[in-house]
């Protein structure tokens, strides 16, 4: 069993700074790609960020210059560090991982989403 715990959500004014962190636990023989996906109300979930485990990135154009994702592969650790944070910013933030665990091939995980509420 694989779990994502993400933590860091919370209400910050526009122009502020926030840190998301999202750890993943359990039996994992590796991680490829980690990410960051957010759902605002009433939208689609969208990709915000991803990184590779050799630390390629991409972004989302409507976050490119304002957020930067980052991974500690020794403790299965993803960031995402939103600094000038606007109101459309606010939504649920997900992470995600592709894990190799017990059971052959390459699955996708999901933390259980935490919420930022950018305030004008």
């Known amino acids: 069993q694989v779990q994502l715990v993400e933590s860091g959500g919370g209400l910050v004014q526009a122009g502020g700074s926030r840190r998301l962190s999202c750890k993943a636990s359990?039996?994992?023989?590796?991680?490829?790609?980690m990410g960051w996906y957010r759902q605002a109300p009433g939208k689609q979930r969208e990709l915000v960020a991803r990184?590779?485990?050799?630390?390629?990135?991409n972004y989302a154009d409507s976050v490119k210059g304002r957020f930067t994702i980052s991974r500690d592969n020794a403790k299965n650790t993803v960031y995402l560090q939103m600094n000038s944070l606007k109101p459309e910013d606010t939504a649920v933030y997900y992470c995600?991982?592709?894990?190799?665990?017990?059971?052959?091939?390459?699955?996708?995980?999901w933390g259980q989403g935490t919420q930022v509420t950018v305030s004008s």
């Open positions: 995600s991982a592709d894990v190799t665990s017990v059971v052959p091939g390459v699955y996708a995980y």
């Open positions: 359990g039996i994992i023989f590796s991680i490829t790609v």
């Open positions: 990184i590779s485990n050799g630390g390629s990135t």
